[in-house]
């Protein structure tokens, strides 16, 4: 053969139990040889030999080709187990002596890395010799000179298989002490022997070692193993001990070598600790009654970690991530009755990837169910299914991001008994019954009987339904028929063409809100679900997707600088928010095309994830600037029902950006996904650059003003702006009414030459924060440890300043008289800090009436009761088993559906009988919908009775909150609607983390039931609070939109005065 070397492309699969032989031109095996016996150096390997049959038998089980005879009974091959091995031979045995063994050792070690021809080293050494003796060992500890050699092999990252030998461990009087140098070695794996009925052969040495070490390692067959003959040419013979199963392991080592090249020894013996079958320790079944294992657990003196596994082994090393970490909530040896829950911890995921899976014993894996409050498994929980025997068996845990991405398995041997479950009968608990729900619940009952008698609602519902209905009042279905689509199309278009601004037209307010939501909605999606979807099946890791995760998401908290900023920095003369809308909007596309000019983007993650926080920048400021204009332009008569449609739209975006454009990135690739995404922004950018927000507003700076709106009230405000000398009228001058005091305060205090020390060192405050905390988020986001150095100092300062603020605040409300300070702002023009004292006195103005005051406790208590989110998902993964697929489809498809209906439901109906009553109506509804929950415990493995609970809980859902959403819309002042709007959301946000705080506590303290019994009993807090809440306040005392003299709530909401923008209206029903 001329290429004595080439061989198939294609090894044979060693699972199959015929294969066709390797053909002969893979021959030689042996592609070096080593003699340290006679000539003690490297030798032709085409002269290999064998000095006695010993040899040939074990390199034939290992790595045999199976190209010899036949088993004559079945015509099967005998076929080693990694067949298309290569093989060095190293001869020590067995005219030689133990320095010639220690002599190849070295020459292993020395040679590890040698790439012979082909391209081959040194991966893996196994060694079938041992120092037999029949006797008590006092010496086998490791210590001798040829156990540490055999460790030297394994330290220079050699994998190394070793005998346990063969001194009939079972039946002799010394069976527990007879581990035979070098198997006592510290760091090779030592392979004791199994009978072909899997049990352990007599034969077989078992620990301790003499210093009372566990051993063997594990445990494979290597009795009657047929095998090379070399007395013949191509003859089989049958062997037994432990020379035969170590090669046997050798073999399997070879083949995870295969699946991960990179396997260390140290890895090796990890997944033979984690993936062997355990097998259990039979007392008194030994003839000389050597049960060496009373004290120990797992690992054993038997079996060790116990039976190998090849194919869970060579599955373990292809996929070990060590990125990954998974954990048990489980102690040696716990008892763990039937239906038992466990509990554990994992890290390493990104958040909505990845998933726990459990196994006991030899059983399927199952998933658990992730109650995390970010989706990243950092705790989670199980539910066992029933075992049909008891006794001792291994549980095991690990956390699967890939096929390819593994973490470590946590594997805990406990005891299986027939009891049933301690955990299930929440024994340690509090137990409370449904009282703790239906008491309060009855209490809000009569409460809203009155406040509905006590504010006349008939007359409000009536007269409603009376000015939309047939011209006799009654209910007129005929209105809602599909037949009327065109007519209604039509009325669209009419109302379109009503005026050429937002201002003027319902139709163009409605459609533009909603496609700019949709905007809103697209980028979250895209980043969100799509992009982290290629990027974890291109190999990204999981500290790449969480570092990512947490960039792309620090830009929304940003959003609490971009409102007062969009209400500061105003362009009038193009629109109050529109240029924050264009601007924002081109970010968004220009962040996003540079995506497209990285060659990679999987190999520059570190690019893409800066590329993607500049593009999260300007969406979180688009998402400002429209519930900004959304503030200026909706009527309060239509603000449920646009926010309905918004919302509705937005979740349409994050539709189309996730599940849409997932779906085009595995046929076209991710940037394929990009390019279709860049027309859509484009598109969408449109809407605003040719739509007004105000009659005469400018849509480009060569737009000349319309005819008769030379004299708007922006082109007053620029001539003013040209002459700093005239005199113009503070917001606050005159302005006596007490509730605006602390208004007045700040905003004079921001614009006087002189302010109050407290008030100086106030700003001062808040000025380090901002620099403090933009020197944090450039060292987030870079890891340049610079910036958080220089940043540092900032962040100390504004707490003790804070804390001095304060203290000096409290003087200063007692009386003490404090000096006036330079205004630190002292660089600013005039015309400029009356910009911003005026915006500043605006901004909290709009929080200084009672209703907006009150929201805000409102929304800082509205979703407390989202603490029971992880308790759903264990319901559903564990006790109605379903799995985290399923309940993902459902609640991330059907339940999204039903409640974008339930957001439009309650938009229409809010808008029609006002929505503090049906946010409050609608509260007392998803109140008894998460009591529901509970309620139907006995229907928890009812898929159908279950998703229909889902279904028509997001309906109630989407209209209890479409309509909260509402009325936070209408207490928000208009002047100050970038910063008030916002406020109000990031108080809700905070609500949801207060809630997912205290949620492990809760599940500690509470069983499931009461935890939602409780939980249903706090979304009541809604409903007390809007009771005191009047959703027109802001716009009564604020905007003067509905008359004088009515600066107080008199808890009358049945009727109002004539609103300012309604013409033909003789009665105006309250929103």
Request: with cysteine; hydrophobic share 45%.
């Amino acid at each position: 053969d001329d290429d004595p070397f080439t061989c198939l492309d294609d090894p044979p699969d060693p699972l199959d139990p015929n294969p066709d032989p390797i053909p002969a031109d893979c021959d030689p095996k042996i592609i070096a040889f080593f003699d340290a016996v006679i000539t003690d150096a490297e030798q032709d390997p085409a002269e290999s030999y064998d000095s006695s049959d010993h040899g040939s038998h074990v390199a034939g089980i290992a790595a045999g080709t199976g190209g010899g005879q036949t088993d004559p009974s079945t015509g099967l091959r005998y076929i080693g187990a990694a067949p298309g091995a290569f093989l060095i031979n190293i001869l020590s045995c067995c005219d030689g002596d133990i320095e010639d063994i220690m002599q190849g050792a070295q020459w292993a070690i020395d040679n590890k890395d040698r790439q012979w021809d082909g391209g081959h080293g040194i991966d893996i050494l196994t060694s079938s010799l041992g120092e037999q003796q029949f006797e008590i060992h006092v010496d086998n500890d490791g210590n001798s000179a040829w156990s540490r050699q055999m460790d030297m092999v394994v330290e220079a990252g050699i994998i190394t298989t070793l005998s346990a030998g063969n001194e009939f461990g079972g039946a002799t009087l010394a069976g527990c002490n007879t581990i035979d140098s070098p198997g006592d070695a510290r760091l090779p794996v030592t392979v004791a022997s199994l009978d072909k009925d899997l049990s352990l052969a007599i034969y077989s040495s078992r620990g301790y070692t003499s210093d009372l070490r566990v051993k063997p390692d594990v445990a494979t067959i290597g009795s009657n193993i047929m095998a090379p003959d070399a007395a013949t040419k191509d003859g089989y013979t049958s062997k037994s001990g432990t020379s035969m199963a170590t090669p046997l392991m050798a073999g399997i080592a070879a083949l995870m070598m295969q699946a991960n090249p990179d396997m260390t020894p140290t890895e090796f013996k990890d997944i033979i600790g984690a993936h062997s079958i355990e097998r259990e320790i039979a007392l008194l079944d030994d003839p000389g009654f050597n049960d060496c294992s009373l004290l120990e657990s797992r690992p054993d003196n038997e079996f060790g970690y116990g039976q190998a596994d090849p194919v869970a082994f060579v599955e373990a090393a292809g996929s070990i991530d060590r990125s990954l970490n998974v954990s048990m909530d489980v102690v040696t040896l716990q008892e763990i009755g039937n239906e038992s829950y466990i509990a554990g911890t994992a890290s390493g995921a990104a958040p909505g990837t990845g998933l726990v899976e459990v196994k006991v014993g030899g059983g399927e894996w199952q998933g658990a169910a992730d109650l995390s409050k970010n989706g990243d498994w950092a705790s989670w929980r199980i539910k066992l299914d029933p075992h049909e025997q008891s006794g001792n068996t291994t549980i095991y845990a690990r956390l699967v991001m890939s096929d390819d991405s593994i973490s470590p398995v946590d594997a805990r041997r406990v005891i299986l008994i027939d009891e049933m479950s301690a955990v299930g009968a929440a024994v340690g608990l509090v137990s409370i019954g449904s009282y703790v729900f239906f008491i309060p619940f009855v209490m809000i009952l009569a409460l809203l009987g009155y406040i509905m008698i006590n504010e006349r609602w008939d007359r409000k519902f009536l007269s409603a339904l009376s000015s939309s209905d047939g011209e006799d009042g009654e209910f007129d279905i005929r209105a809602y028929s599909p037949a009327r689509i065109p007519e209604v199309l039509r009325a669209g278009r009419r109302s379109w063409k009503e005026g050429n601004s937002l201002t003027e037209s319902t139709m163009r307010r409605f459609v533009s809100l909603c496609v700019l939501y949709v905007a809103q909605g697209l980028p979250s999606g895209f980043t969100y679900v799509a992009f982290v979807a290629y990027l974890v099946d291109n190999g990204a890791s999981p500290e790449q997707i969480a570092i990512l995760f947490a960039t792309i998401a620090l830009p929304w908290t940003f959003k609490f600088i971009w409102g007062p900023m969009i209400d500061l920095i105003r362009f009038p003369a193009y629109g109050i928010r529109r240029p924050w809308i264009l601007f924002a909007q081109t970010g968004m596309v220009v962040s996003l095309s540079t995506l497209l000019f990285v060659p990679d983007l999987n190999a520059s993650i570190g690019l893409v994830t800066i590329l993607l926080f500049v593009h999260n920048l300007f969406s979180s400021l688009q998402d400002v600037s429209v519930d900004a204009l959304a503030v200026d332009v909706l009527e309060p008569h239509e603000v449920a029902k646009a926010n309905g449609f918004m919302f509705a739209a937005k979740r349409g975006g994050i539709i189309f950006g996730g599940a849409v454009l997932g779906m085009l990135v595995v046929p076209f690739g991710i940037k394929s996904a990009i390019m279709v995404q860049l027309p859509v922004l484009l598109l969408i950018m449109l809407m605003p650059l040719f739509l007004r927000e105000r009659p005469g507003d400018r849509l480009f700076p060569w737009s000349k003003p319309e005819e008769g709106q030379e004299d708007l009230w922006w082109t007053q405000e620029e001539e003013s702006e040209e002459d700093p000398e005239a005199e113009i009228a503070l917001p606050w001058d005159g302005d006596e009414d007490p509730r605006f005091n602390r208004a007045r305060w700040v905003a004079t205090n921001l614009y006087r030459d002189n302010v109050s020390l407290p008030a100086a060192l106030l700003w001062v405050s808040i000025v380090a924060l901002l620099i403090g905390g933009a020197f944090a988020i450039l060292h987030l986001v870079s890891t340049n440890a610079t910036y958080g150095a220089i940043g540092g100092p900032f962040l100390l300062f504004t707490k003790v300043s804070f804390a001095l603020t304060a203290l000096l605040l409290i003087a200063e409300w007692l009386g003490v008289s404090l000096p006036d300070v330079p205004n630190p702002f002292f660089f600013m023009s005039r015309s400029s800090k009356r910009n911003v004292s005026s915006t500043a006195y605006y901004i909290v103005q709009g929080f200084s009436t009672r209703s907006s005051f009150l929201l805000i406790f409102l929304c800082l208590l509205a979703e407390l009761y989202l603490f029971t989110d992880p308790i759903v998902v264990d319901i559903f993964i564990n006790e109605a088993s379903w799995s985290q697929t399923k309940y993902n489809v459902t609640m991330g498809g059907i339940v999204i559906a039903f409640m974008m209906l339930g957001q439009i439901i309650g938009g229409i109906i809010g808008d029609k009988f006002g929505v503090r009553e049906v946010a409050m109506v609608g509260f007392t509804f998803l109140a008894l919908a998460n009591a529901g929950m509970a309620l139907l415990s006995d229907y928890w493995t009812n898929t159908a009775v279950m998703t229909t609970y889902l279904c028509a809980r997001s309906i109630v859902n989407g209209i209890a909150w479409i309509c909260i959403i509402a009325v936070a819309m209408r207490l928000t002042f208009s002047k100050a609607g970038g910063t008030q709007f916002t406020a109000y959301m990031s108080m809700f946000n905070l609500s949801a983390v207060f809630a997912y705080l205290f949620a492990g506590e809760m599940i500690q303290r509470f069983d499931y039931t009461t935890s939602l019994y409780i939980g249903a009993a706090l979304t009541l807090f809604t409903v007390i609070l809007l009771w005191f809440i009047d959703p027109d306040e802001v716009d009564r005392v604020l905007e003067g939109r509905f008359g004088d003299g009515e600066d107080e709530f008199d808890g009358d909401f049945g009727e109002r005065p004539e609103a300012w923008y309604e013409e033909d209206e003789a009665v105006v029903t309250s929103t």
